[in-house]
């Protein structure tokens, strides 16, 4: 049989109302693996996410050796592994059938030697999982955040309120709030923080999936094909998830010329799966836009807030990073938070110390896909294409190419768990 720790409810009534140590608003990665950080560490946390069963859209789901390590820190990786994966070996960019560019990941140190695509709900459940395992938490699905317990604007942040389904409010009176709620975050946009947003990038990506059994490449390809690119990976099972860049503003453009044409032109960039793109983008609801922009919030920290992960920094899909960095904020910040909870200060002085770790860390990040999408996306003319060659040969041939494969593997500041805080154990689990 096996045993749970209690997950805590809200009471019924008109004033419904949870105490709690940390309010995290938001169950992706970095929501969920901080959670489970947390209420290792003896801490209460009451974790807000708006879908329930996570049924909502995913794009993102490569992992980099840094986001694997923090997962495997944290006991879950192997199990969510073990739902379905695809192990990728390493990072092309290809001109119809000439290689320009190969980072090969076996020459980082095992396990770490591979990218992995993961689907979310897969590593979503098994953090979930974890977290119900442990006394402390309080799970309030198909709820969302209204609104900030402040009692003066920009004021110390004492909790949350949320809504349910039904609509009906529900106080969370925390000591600390966290925003992991992504891009677009409403916690930021509450607290009325800037998003910093830049338009760093000259392109958005559409993506599509296609079956494609036994057609798996084992690597994540950029194709360059007139004036764009195409990124393409294997996914679980047995399907290729592919991102096209367009313009930025050109969607409308594309949408007026119609399913025929866009097809034809994809399966002309993609000659090794025409079949596949012929046979199954049927319509222009096949299609999803990402509008593709960076950011980087204004402020990271008040008394009693917290912004993680894309709340606080948002970037392009360009190197698979949103995860990695989403992670290794988690780890980084979980040690902050329990220092800050035990002497009774979670002041913006406090927390300034996972600020100050991570924000050049998002920077760097910032810098280096910018310099990765104009070597991906081409332009400039021939003396461009030539630089761009010479470039992609130093990457692939020499051991300057195995420290740059380190670094977008890792990140500047490959954050670890903090597994010395933990203090709570999992209920047992009896055969």
């Known amino acids: 049989m096996r045993e749970q720790a209690a997950t805590a409810r809200p009471p019924a009534g008109a004033d419904d109302a949870v105490d709690t140590d940390v309010c995290v608003i938001g169950a992706g990665p970095a929501g969920l693996a901080l959670t489970l950080m947390l ?30 390590r923090i997962l495997d820190e944290l006991g ?7 739902h379905g994966a695809a192990r990728l070996e390493g990072f092309q960019v290809r001109e119809r059938e000439r290689v320009l560019l190969d980072i090969d990941y076996g020459r980082l140190p095992a396990p770490y030697d591979h990218l ?27 709820h969302r955040i209204a609104a900030l317990r402040q009692r003066r604007r920009y004021g110390p942040c004492t909790g949350a309120i949320v809504n349910g389904p039904d609509r009906k409010p529900v106080t969370v009176r925390a000591r600390v709030v966290v925003g992991a709620d992504g891009r677009f975050s409403k916690t930021r946009a509450l607290a009325g923080i800037d998003a910093g947003r830049r ?43 592919i991102g096209w860049t367009l313009p930025h503003g050109a969607w409308r453009g594309v949408v007026r010329r119609g399913i025929e044409d866009v097809r ?11 079949d596949l793109i012929h046979d199954q983008i049927t319509s222009l609801a096949d299609l999803t836009l990402l509008d593709v922009f960076a950011s980087h919030a204004a402020e990271w920290v008040r008394d009693g807030l917290v912004l993680l992960g894309d709340s606080a920094h948002t970037h392009g899909p360009i190197g698979a990073q949103g995860i990695n960095l989403a992670l290794q904020d988690a780890a980084a910040l979980h040690p902050v938070l329990v220092s800050a909870l035990s002497a009774g200060e979670p002041t913006a002085q406090r927390l ?31 003396a461009a294409d030539f630089l761009r060659a010479r470039a992609a040969a130093l990457v692939t041939r020499t051991p300057i190419g195995a420290k740059i494969t380190r670094r977008v593997a890792h990140g500047s500041d490959p954050a670890g768990v903090r597994t010395d805080l933990f203090t709570a154990l999992p209920a047992r689990q009896d055969a």
């Open 264 to 274: 034809r032109e994809l399966a002309a960039a993609l000659p090794p799966f025409a």
């Open 116 to 142: 992995l695509a993961l689907p979310q709900p897969h590593l979503l459940r098994e953090l979930l999982a974890a977290c119900r395992r442990l006394p402390g938490l309080t799970l309030l699905e198909g």
């Open 76 to 82: 879950v990786l192997a199990a969510a592994t073990a």
């Open 199 to 241: 338009e760093s990038f000259a392109h958005d990506v559409v993506w599509f999936a296609l079956d494609a059994p036994g057609r798996a490449t084992g690597r994540v390809r950029v194709h360059r094909a007139d004036g764009s690119a195409l990124l393409v990976h294997d996914t679980h099972p047995d399907r290729l998830r």
């Open 39 to 68: 209420l290792r560490s003896g801490v209460r946390v009451t974790l807000v996410e708006r879908s329930t069963a996570f049924h909502r859209d995913f794009h993102g789901e490569i992992l980099q050796p840094g986001g694997q």
């Open 352 to 382: 300034a110390a996972y600020r100050d770790r991570r924000a050049p860390a998002a920077a760097a990040v910032h810098r280096m896909q910018v310099v990765q999408a104009r070597m991906m996306f081409g332009g400039g003319g021939t």
